[in-house]
């Protein structure tokens, strides 16, 4: 959502990393540039304002004319003020004293209220929460089946005792599940309410009687981060009528422009506390404005990336690939290969994944080429592969080969990039687990111009000597032991050809 504002951002900033020293006018000019990239992006003309006036302020004042690095400073006070305008800090849910909490979901038609209140569920039962869904949405068509199929695949209870389609009362509907989750101990309830305009005043009485029914702990206002500027109107007519405490975005994953999650929290003056970026139900999480001003400033957001890793990954299956590997035996086969994969897998696609990761957006084109059909490829090969082939790919013979390209619907060459590849790549990691990637700092092998020379300083010492007399002195130290080789050197370790280039160029 925030490409488009990132990229602009981006050339803003690298035109000021050739300055040691920052004018006026420089100031002036990148303040204007930020501005025009933020109204492109739709943000809110009185948050722009804001925004430039408390940027330009501090851009002016000592902490840059002081800076050993101007630019880098810009960065930080840009980054500091996107953080404020998009609520300063992620804001939890206010729980119950005394359960159950209840959560009533309101917002526009389309904005996927019923998809987010499976979402919304699948997140408490996660964080060790009872959950119950609530279809209090009898209007639309279908829209309790919805309910009830959402919160089957979120593996929560749904509430549904009247059928929808115009059919039932929604206030009624509402206290009858407090009482229910009472007697059935479930200590968190969501409310699913209709969808409404802000121009429909009889549904925004309807949603105002079932606040006044159940007084729940926090009403959540759901809006379509890609309606733009219009979210904002919504946003303000929806707590004229109704009055909510939290925003929560939906489809940050799409394509437009983002002015709306950068303008609501300022000008409503509620926090958002959840956002969802894509399908699925695990698409899903606590909003942090630190981390997404992040995101937008091209500098990754590693943390959600770490918690995501935490949810998904199987510690101990994750601690014996590592032992594995560390052995530098060989051990860490393609079954092991394919357990971590699907692992990664279960995190999201794999371009979303590298996104997260700082500088990913300098490589966006890459990023976004990245072909998930490859990965399914590969599973298939070694899912053609048996047991023992996968636990030793040096039994692959011609024969085996051909028969696992069969079994994979693929041409033998496949098999045997798949291969090659995983044992080069098995070779480094291998190093790495075990502490011997040469020519990096605190490594064996020095790195650095002081490893190359210390390598050129053994190899001039093992030549041979063209006079007789030294040559025997060699030949005696060298029998003594004296000349043998250290392990430190560089020439001691055998490289995969594609970082023995990378070196070679070095």
Not at 134 to 146: M, S
Not at 267 to 290: C, Q, R, W, Y
Request: glycine fraction near 10%; include cysteine; hydrophobic fraction near 40%.
């Amino acid at each position: 959502m925030f490409d488009t504002l990132q990229d602009r951002l981006a050339d803003v900033f690298k035109g000021l990393r050739a300055k040691g020293r920052l004018t006026s006018a420089d100031i002036d000019a990148t303040t204007r540039e930020i501005r025009i990239a933020l109204l492109e992006a739709d943000v809110n003309l009185g948050v722009v304002k804001e925004f430039i006036a408390a940027v330009k302020q501090r851009c002016l004042g000592a902490e840059v004319s002081k800076a050993l690095n101007p630019s880098q400073q810009i960065i930080k006070i840009v980054n500091e003020e996107l953080i404020a305008i998009l609520g300063g800090q992620a804001r939890p849910i206010r729980f119950a004293k005394k359960p159950p909490t209840v959560l009533m979901l309101a917002g526009l038609q389309g904005a996927g209220k019923t998809t987010l209140a499976g979402k919304l569920a699948r997140w408490l039962k996660q964080s060790k929460h009872s959950p119950l869904l609530v279809a209090c949405d009898l209007q639309r068509p279908n829209a309790v089946n919805q309910l009830q199929i959402v919160g089957e695949r979120a593996g929560v209870h749904v509430f549904a005792p009247e059928p929808g389609n115009g059919v039932g009362d929604p206030v009624q509907v509402a206290r009858a599940a407090i009482e229910h989750a009472e007697r059935n101990l479930y200590d968190v309830v969501v409310v699913d309410t209709a969808g409404r305009l802000g121009i429909d005043e009889v549904l925004m009485q309807q949603a105002a009687d079932i606040k006044a029914a159940v007084t729940p702990d926090e009403v959540l206002f759901v809006v379509d981060a890609m309606i733009g500027q219009d979210a904002v109107n919504t946003a303000k007519a929806f707590d004229e009528g109704i009055g909510f405490d939290g925003v929560v975005l939906t489809k940050l994953d799409g394509d437009a422009r983002g002015g709306a999650a950068l303008s609501i929290a300022r000008v409503i003056g509620k926090p958002i506390m959840f956002a969802s970026n894509g399908e699925g139900l695990g698409d899903f999480d606590t909003f942090h404005p630190d981390r997404m001003a992040s995101r937008i400033l091209g500098m990754g957001d590693v943390l959600t990336l770490i918690e995501q890793a935490e949810r998904t990954f199987d510690a101990e299956q994750s601690r014996k690939a590592a032992e594995k590997l560390s052995s530098g035996k060989g051990q860490f086969g393609l079954q092991d290969f394919l357990a971590q994969m699907q692992q990664l897998r279960k995190m999201g696609p794999l371009s979303k994944i590298i996104g997260m990761l700082p500088g990913a957006g300098q490589f966006k084109d890459a990023i976004n080429a990245i072909d998930e059909k490859e990965v399914d490829r590969i599973e298939a090969i070694i899912f053609s592969m048996t047991p023992a082939e996968r636990d030793d790919v040096g039994i692959l013979n011609g024969s085996r080969r051909a028969r696992i390209a069969k079994g994979a619907g693929v041409q033998v060459s496949d098999v045997n990039n798949l291969v090659n590849r995983f044992v080069e790549a098995r070779k480094m990691m291998e190093r790495m687990a075990g502490g011997m990637m040469p020519g990096m700092p605190g490594m064996p092998g020095g790195g650095g111009r002081s490893g190359r020379k210390q390598q050129k300083q053994h190899k001039r010492g093992s030549k041979v000597s063209g006079n007789p007399a030294k040559r025997k002195q060699q030949a005696a130290e060298r029998a003594r032991g004296k000349a043998a080789p250290a392990p430190q050197n560089m020439e001691d370790f055998e490289l995969p050809p594609e970082l023995q280039k990378m070196f070679d160029q070095q």
